[in-house]
């Protein structure tokens, strides 16, 4: 889900002053400096187009090590045939490159899409066949607090969950009145339940993951990332907040860890957008190793 830490892990992993990570958030496919700036495109473009062409999810979008956020709005695109009487019907982006037109709606700067594209739940599946023991970090956050957060940061934002959620058949119907908070907030509530309880179930049904639950909120959330891979806990601070301020802050967490003799993992497809106030999955392709006889912190599981 959006504004649920996203920038903040990512930029906790792309610091690290002990080991150099490739780490993506939003964009693709190269290094990026900061959570904000990369290119040339969005990850969610280049798995949309993976998708069209039967390729697997990942190929060719950049071989990073830690995925921080790869959701983003589905593509306005045009058909490459020319519909009755020569009208070309533009429309939304589908994984199987058919358009969706009943899901545009003129913006400032042209038409836009009205659905996100949230490969952490509805794609998670294909993320397992291409990272079968990648570490999961569902990164929560109260609702009330995430959903202001959500409805604060861009205009649209929480229609585009909705929709996306109804048009794939996890809800039975549409908001009488999108512009009403309090009933949009409700639909949100159950997007946000149905992707914590999805990933939770995802990962005890997948042996070969391991889950990191962390409350973004609370404290010590360095000190939990840090003894989590291995890392320094000096890099852990607020990023790209609503507030337009930046402070340290931490989380307690679950860490659910199926041990072999040794466990490669991958570390954090931060899926922290959509669906639960904050609270998104993480996967990644960090790649660690835990041995038999670690003592663990109190927070695993």
Request: glycine residues 8%.
């Amino acid at each position: 889900f959006p504004k649920a830490g996203t920038s903040s892990i990512f930029s906790f992993f792309r610091n690290q002053p002990s080991v150099k990570l490739k780490c993506q958030h939003w964009f693709c496919c190269g290094q990026q400096p900061n959570a904000q700036t990369g290119g040339p495109e969005l990850m969610a473009d280049c798995m949309l187009r993976n998708l069209r062409r039967n390729r697997t999810l990942f190929q060719d979008c950049g071989d990073f090590d830690v995925y921080a956020e790869i959701n983003g709005p589905r593509p306005v695109k045009k058909p490459l045939r020319r519909k009755k009487r020569g009208q070309l019907r533009p429309g939304v982006m589908l994984d199987d490159g058919s358009l969706d037109s009943s899901s545009l709606e003129m913006g400032p700067d042209g038409l836009k899409s009205t659905r996100i594209f949230f490969p952490q739940y509805f794609n998670l599946n294909d993320i397992h066949n291409e990272y079968p023991n990648a570490t999961f970090i569902l990164n929560t956050r109260p609702f009330d607090s995430w959903i202001r957060s959500i409805q604060g940061w861009q205009q649209g934002l929480d229609w585009q969950f909705v929709n996306e959620f109804y048009q794939r058949g996890e809800l039975e119907y549409l908001p009488n009145d999108r512009n009403n908070k309090t009933e949009m907030e409700e639909f949100m509530k159950e997007i946000y339940q149905r992707h914590h309880a999805r990933i939770r179930k995802f990962v005890k049904d997948h042996s070969s993951h391991m889950l990191l639950e962390l409350p973004i909120l609370d404290n010590d959330a360095g000190q939990i990332l840090a003894s989590a891979f291995g890392l320094d806990s000096q890099h852990w601070e607020i990023v790209n907040s609503n507030r337009g301020t930046s402070k340290v802050f931490g989380m307690e967490g679950q860490l659910w860890i199926n041990l072999d003799d040794s466990v490669s993992a991958a570390v954090g497809f931060v899926f922290g957008v959509v669906a639960a106030a904050g609270t998104l999955a993480a996967v990644a392709a960090y790649r660690f190793r835990i041995r038999r006889g670690n003592v663990l912190p109190a927070w695993y599981r």
